[in-house]
């Protein structure tokens, strides 16, 4: 019985090294096997194996919140949450200033909302998740009587091509001193996953 040792293994001999893959063990052995484009000198790691079973390196995630006490709005005009904190965001793609995920790999996403909304209102409050500046899935609550707080959550799964499709969260009711609720994570706040890439 014969034993090869190497760390690193290219598959492909293309002129350009982005049409090659090389499977590798990093520098530091950790107990994972990494997957990456390139040759076999400086591969760019997409994947890996570990003890559990393939895990995705550049899969986007992000979950961002209000971390302000409160986002005054007016009636009946929506309005984007401004969602200016992040509990995490593994590719950096979520910006805190425009409240805007432009996620860097094309996919299917599953994408969820969810707006507290304080006030005196009458009967909707709806919450929206647009897509390229235009709205692509609602979620609505209806109340006979006026309320002073409500929650509405929406989720969708959608496509997102990894260049320069994005995703908002908006909201609209109508009434009097009303106000999106922010202060952590447990009031408003946006969140997406890459479920399927392609």
């Known amino acids: 019985m014969s034993t090869v040792k190497s760390k690193n293994l290219q598959v492909g001999t293309d002129a350009s090294a982005s049409n090659n893959f090389t499977i590798y063990q990093p520098s530091t052995p950790d107990g994972t096997l990494r997957i990456g484009v390139g040759n076999a000198d400086s591969p760019t790691e997409?994947?890996?194996f570990d003890s559990?079973?393939?895990v995705a390196t550049n899969a986007p995630a992000f979950?961002?919140?209000m971390s302000t006490s409160s986002q005054s709005v007016s009636s009946a005009t929506t309005t984007k949450v401004a969602l200016n904190a992040e509990t995490f965001d593994t590719n950096d793609c979520y910006d805190t200033t425009t409240y805007r995920f432009t996620p860097n790999v094309s996919g299917y996403y599953q994408v969820n909302g969810t707006v507290r909304c304080?006030?005196?209102r009458k009967t909707l409050f709806q919450e929206s998740i647009w897509k390229n500046g235009s709205?692509?899935?609602?979620g609505n609550d209806y109340k006979s009587t006026d309320s002073t707080a409500i929650?509405?959550?929406a989720s969708v799964v959608l496509y997102l091509n990894g260049t320069t499709d994005y995703i908002e969260l908006y909201?609209?009711?109508d009434g009097s001193s009303l106000s999106f609720v922010g202060t952590n994570n447990l009031n408003s706040h946006f969140s997406a996953v890459l479920v399927r890439a392609v």
């Open 46 to 48: 997409v994947g890996k």
């Open 52 to 54: 559990n079973g393939y």
């Open 63 to 65: 979950s961002a919140y």
């Open 118 to 120: 304080d006030g005196t």
């Open 135 to 138: 709205v692509y899935h609602y």
């Open 151 to 153: 929650r509405v959550n």
């Open 171 to 173: 909201g609209r009711t």
